[in-house]
């Protein structure tokens, strides 16, 4: 089974956030950081700060904590967030350090 990774990302201010799923979650952050993609939701809106990530046994539980999240309120994603991270700071190391 391939591993799987949920993620929150912010913007500098904390004020967009952005619920994704991936395989890699290293690879995929560097994506965001670099705007790999520069049409897309986080390249505009300059959402490339990892705020809060889980990880699973297989990408299909990740997935379906990604739809969980989705559909969850902002309020929610702010309490899941401020209860793991409550300073908002960018994962991006300690994800690093577990995973890379």
Known sequence: MKPGFVYI???KNNTTLYVGVTSNLLQRIERHKTKFYPKSFSARYNVNKL???EAFQDIGAAIAREKQLKAGSRTKKIALIEK???DWEDLTE???DCFG
């Open 94 to 96: 300690q994800a690093t």
């Open 84 to 86: 793991e991270n409550p």
């Open 9 to 11: 990302l912010a913007n």
């Open 51 to 53: 705020v809060y990530y």
